[in-house]
């Protein structure tokens, strides 16, 4: 394949903008979305990787990633809602008991 | 034959065990007092039955090792708890265990009342079973066993009265200069187990084999060395100079331990010793002559220190020491028996001494608790007259003081004037002989003065004692007075069996039997000095002559406290007016323990100040703190690793991926 | 400059500019149809890749439960707009290591040589049994335990979910 390149490229630039919104933004849920950003574009590597080896090993392997995404998504905004109805703030930065 | 002697260190042994572990329950005095008591009383009879089987044997064969069991066996060397049962330590049995019969006897009625009296008497039995021990002991090493452990029974004996910090002190004073001595006694003991070995493959330490390879030993060298330790550790044991400050302070103990153990047993230790190897000692002139030094220096000067002290113990414990001076004197002159007659006579006449300045202290602490009164019992300007409120106890007094004078017809005499003619007559020192008999007459000469002196101050003139307390003093009960009796009777026949050839001879033939039951031990060294010391012949008009220049300087010592203490007692004021400074120098013991203090005692402590607070503190305990110190400001840096925000753990996430990355990036 | 360039062109275009919007947004509500946007161009992506089945899965999943579930929790806690910012030295610090990454990983692209095509399938063969078939052969005979596995894990993502935002019964 012979733009195996330009696809790497993008899946690296969307990985990095989700690595700067993950450490840039308060709100703990768009921190989450910046982490789904950032699985998707591991997905998109491996969708194209696939693609250029002929092998569908990696599409398998992002069947499985989405599956972990969801399930991570119910119990991670579950997790929100609880810490939510503790303090009254979705800011990460008020989750900090273990702050000395 | 001699089955049956392990009992006589046993009943002691058995005593103290009892009276220790059970002695805080039986609450009766009378039974503790008796349990000690009684179990001395059987080694005695267990003694004298020995000491009869013994004189049933021919002289030649008096030398019987019986042995209890192996105790350690080391490739060559061999120990084993095993008892030499010769005429010298029977004698020393019989001593030891007849005089601490007596002791415990009095101590019954001495320490009534006292708190710990279980205590009391079951470190005397312990006493008696480590002194039994040492006299007993075959070898070297057991020796040693009793050697530390009267050591131990003295220190806890002086500290009794734990509650006073100078009787701790004492104690402990004690104990540290007797382990000093202990190092030279070790020092001896090892050389001479090498010497012996490597040079003549004999390994021994037992005290008949080293006997009979004597004569493979050199004369001097050596030998000279493995003796002068042995001598460093009977100075310390037998208060000698310069290890002699710790039995004056040992008084602070009851008098019955000062009796027991600091006049007649114990501190003749180094004296037994010396005897015990006597073929070691002949053979090396110079420590012959050390002792022989040592032993006239040390009764003089600590005759002058007598001279001035007021308190009533402390005069009889520089008589004691005074005394020792005169046994080793003996020892180092080559004349063992004398020496040994010695003992056993000052035994006799110092104990009864002990005994009896014990009753004195018991009637007056009496008479002046009565009045509510805190002045010192022990005092002799405190006391006087006190012969018409306690006659027994004077009498008694009195006749130890005589024997202890040397006065003719009591013991002291006899075995004193053999001291000093040997002193003069000996073939070993040549000139030096007559300064030898010279310190020994002065040191006679001072103790027929401070002697009398003490009977004077105490027992005649005015009552000196406070207001209201003369009526309370009365003689001590029975128990107390009976041993006292005893102890006289003896320092007045005692004498008789040691009697010198030249008045034995005017007196009908009767021999010197001391002389005739202690040969085969000395004999060794006897022969030695026959073969290689060159004696010359003394007629007997110069021994009739010493003897009566003796007799005379003790009669001048009479005389001169005589006048001072009973006809004028104004006088010595006035001659210590005359000469304060020297009366202050004697007074305070020419100030020996402040030299001491000064050059040991001080440095010593300096260094364990510096060893404390300089290296310990410093070193020690910065290296451990420093350690903490350290890992602390570790901890302290990477704290920040941790800091419970999201956003770091966040960070170094993204920051190690990309480390990660980079390093396979670049690899 | 083919036709299938140009598109690749503007969809790349689209799904970096809608990431950026879900990084600067103040309002979630915008970050969070930002990334509805993102997906989409994946799905695009993964059609252009011949997997049409994964661009099904794409949306139906992402887009479509995993975005509404985001929408809700925000409805649901009534967020307001961000109101204190992040302070200014961790905003550059995370930016700089982000730039960091994506140099790195563009010079691992560019650098690195992938390995020749080995594998069996090959698009006519998408073409000819179906993309869906091909899974599905390759997943149940190959990889059917890590399948099963995936059910146990989507139970327990229910259980915790449920437990995780119940309100104390006292």
Known sequence: ?100 | MFDNVWLIPLFPLIGFLINGLLGKKIKNETVIGSIGAFAVLCSFIVSVMTFLKLIGLPAEERVVNVKIFTWMTAGTFNADIAFLIDPLSCLMLLVVTGIGFLIHVYSIGYMHGEEGFYRFFAYLNLFVFSMLLLVMGNNLLLMFVGWEGVGLCSYLLIGYYFHKKSAGDAGKKAFVMNRVGDFGFLLGTFTLFWFMGQTHNVWTIQFTEMAANAHLLPTGGIVTVITLCFFLGATGKSAQIPLYTWLPDAMEGPTPVSALIHAATMVTAGVYMIGRMSYLFIRSPETMMVVAVVGGCTALFAATIGTAQNDIKRVLAYSTVSQLGYMFLAMGVGAFTAGVFHLMTHAFFKACLFLGSGAVIHSMHGALHHIHSHDDAQDMRNMGGLKKHMPLTFMTFLIATIAIAGIPGFAGFFSKDEILWYAFANPLHGDLNKLLWGLGACAALLTAFYMFRLVFMTFFGKCRIKEGAEKHLHESPMVIVIPLIVLALLSIVGGYIGMPKLIGDVLGGMPNYLEHYLEPVFANANEYMKAHAHAEHHSHALEWGLMGISVVIALIGISIAAVLYLVNPELPKKFTSAFPALHRAVYNKWYIDELYDFMIVNPCKSLGNFLWKGFDVLVVDGLVNGVAHVVMAFGGVTRYLQTGQIYNYAWTMAFGVVVIVGYYLFK | ?170
């Open chain 3, 1 to 170: 400059m083919d036709i299938t360039s140009v598109f690749f062109a503007i969809v790349t275009i689209v799904a970096i500019v809608s990431a950026l919007l879900v990084v600067t947004c103040k309002n979630p509500i915008n970050s969070a149809l930002s990334l509805v946007l993102t997906f989409f161009c994946l799905a695009t992506y993964y059609a252009m890749l011949d997997a049409p089945f994964m661009a099904a899965i794409q949306i139906i999943v992402y887009a479509g439960a995993i975005m509404v579930l985001i929408v809700f929790t925000i409805m649901l806690l009534n967020i307001r707009v961000d109101a204190n910012k992040k302070h200014t030295h961790q905003i550059v610090l995370g930016s700089v290591i982000g730039i960091v990454t994506l140099l790195l990983a563009g010079l691992f692209i560019i650098k690195g040589n992938v390995a020749a095509p080995t594998g069996p399938i090959t698009p006519e063969m998408i073409a000819q049994y179906g993309h869906t078939e091909l899974i599905g052969t390759v997943m149940f005979t190959e990889f059917l335990l890590p399948f099963e596995v995936t059910s146990i894990l989507l139970l327990a993502a229910m259980v915790g979910a449920v437990v995780l935002a119940k309100k104390k019964l006292s």
């Open chain 1, 1 to 100: 394949m012979d733009n195996l390149n330009n696809y790497l490229l993008v899946s690296a630039v969307l990985f990095s903008i989700g690595t700067i919104g993950v450490l840039t933004r308060k709100n703990a849920i768009v921190v989450f979305m910046c982490i789904e950003m950032m699985l998707n574009a591991v997905n998109l590597s491996f969708v194209a990787l696939s693609r250029h080896l002929g092998n569908l090993d990696g599409q398998v392997f992002v069947f499985f990633i989405m599956t972990v995404a969801a399930a991570e998504a119910a119990v991670g905004l579950a997790l929100f809602i609880s810490f939510f109805n503790n303090r009254e703030s979705i800011d990460i930065d008020d989750a900090n008991l273990m702050k000395w």
